[in-house]
């Protein structure tokens, strides 16, 4: 077997092989030629890559990765992932709605007994979001089954979905949240929670959801050891605070017309400077690196554009208000504002 086999050769010692017929260094140096064949036979095939539609199962095989207790409970796996769905063309809408997706999604795996207050903790966390973006208009929608989608719509488990729909109730009731009940809107795994909030100009949005899970689990069969030695299914919450990145920046774009606070803005700063003498750059430039030092995003203008065409540049971006433009001149001037040093 010193040259390459033709195929008919190698059918042939194939034959003798497997008969039992064929020398023993011949048969060896066969079963070696076949198997190097099988490995260039796969690096022949195209890879076939899969586009991933969500997280939720990724997190599920973590958790069924190694076995849990009830001492590991709760359990919380956040992640930024990457996500695409094959949004039909009509559907598509800017930022609002795209194919490929971020998500700062998360699941949350506990007990029954841990529920409420995992459940009552997001939905806390979501106010606590509003506060910072100065969302003040919003309302959550409880969402649930309905008799007749059960084991069409929604999973045959009607004895859980009393269950949970009742423990979800409980949480907002008790928690004094704003919000309103709707039948038949559930997820097919259960009951859930959509955040809508509304704009400055008025347009509502769905920018979140808290959903409740207590089907997914058991499909995947993951469990975990209780105190009394039994293995039970973990009731999963699925996460996402602010939805998807792209969604949740178009909203804020609209939501503040472009004029975004200052801690949020792209440039917060830009240092201006009366003209392009070489002597007033020589001053602004240690400002702009002090800011930058100090994790200010600054830009500059130093060019011998005139000083209130600097200003009006800087206020058509949009990035910041006026008042955080930082002029430097000879003289004091009107609309300047100097960082403390």
């Not at 973590?62 to 956040?78: C, G, N, Q, T, V």
């Not at 920046?249 to 240092?271: S, T």
Request: a neutral charge; proline letters at 6%; glycine letters at 6%.
């Amino acid at each position: 077997m010193s040259a390459i086999l033709k195929d008919e050769e190698f059918v042939a010692v194939e034959a003798a092989v497997k008969a039992g017929v064929a020398p023993q260094s011949v048969a060896a140096a066969f079963n070696e030629l076949s198997a190097l064949r099988a490995e260039l036979k796969k690096l022949g095939e195209p890879e076939s890559y899969y586009l991933k539609a969500m997280n939720c199962p990724h997190h599920h095989r973590i958790f069924a990765a190694e076995p849990r207790s009830y001492r590991d409970l709760p359990l919380r796996l956040a992640e930024y992932g990457t996500c695409y769905r094959y949004e039909q063309s009509g559907e598509l809408f800017g930022l609002m709605r795209v194919r490929s997706l971020n998500m700062n999604d998360a699941h949350i795996y506990c007990t029954e007994e841990q529920f409420a207050d995992e459940f009552r903790a997001v939905n806390d966390m979501y106010l606590k979001y509003f506060k910072i973006f100065g969302l003040e208009k919003y309302q959550m929608r409880f969402s649930t089954s309905s008799p007749e989608g059960l084991g069409k719509k929604y999973v045959d488990e009607p004895a859980l979905w009393k269950k949970t729909e009742d423990m979800v109730r409980n949480v907002l009731n008790e928690s004094g949240i704003n919000y309103v009940e709707v039948a038949n809107e559930a997820a097919f795994y259960g009951p859930k929670i959509d955040v809508q909030v509304w704009s400055a100009i008025g347009r509502e949005f769905t920018i979140a959801t808290n959903q409740v899970d207590f089907a997914v689990p058991a499909k995947f069969g993951l469990t975990y050891r209780d105190k009394d030695n039994s293995n039970k299914t973990p009731l999963c919450i699925h996460r996402a605070p602010l939805g998807t990145h792209e969604r949740f920046i178009g909203f804020l774009i609209e939501h503040y017309a472009g004029n975004f606070p200052l801690w949020l803005a792209p440039d917060q700063v830009r240092v201006i400077t009366l003209n392009d003498d070489e002597a007033l750059i020589n001053y602004a430039k240690p400002i702009v690196n002090e800011l930058r030092a100090n994790m200010v995003r600054v830009d500059a203008d130093f060019s011998a554009t005139p000083f209130k065409a600097k200003i009006s540049n800087a206020e058509r971006r949009g990035s910041f208000p006026p008042p955080h433009v930082v002029g430097y001149g000879w003289s004091s001037v009107a609309r300047t504002w100097k960082p403390a040093r």
